[in-house]
């Protein structure tokens, strides 16, 4: 917690009503959040979905509505299952994604 600073204009300058508390080097950093490559995971984003395919986000949202690609939704999120993701890859796709 920072020490609240007091601007005392008779004297021009800054002064501290608190002490800042001493530095404690026991004190330990929370654990930060693990990252896992969108390659290991089960299920995707919209955005990470469109960088595995590599087309924009608009055109995964084109294959999402034309039902080409199938969605989880789980609360608010839209999520992709990878699987689905390298099926779409490994086809052959000569029709325009936006019709």
Known sequence: MAAERVIDFDRGGLKASRQEPPFKADRRKPPQRVTVAPEDKLLVSREEAAQLLSI???GLDYLIADRRLPTRRIGGRVLIPVAELRKYARGDH??????
């Open 56 to 58: 924009s986000q608009r």
């Open 94 to 99: 000569p029709e325009r994604i936006v019709v």
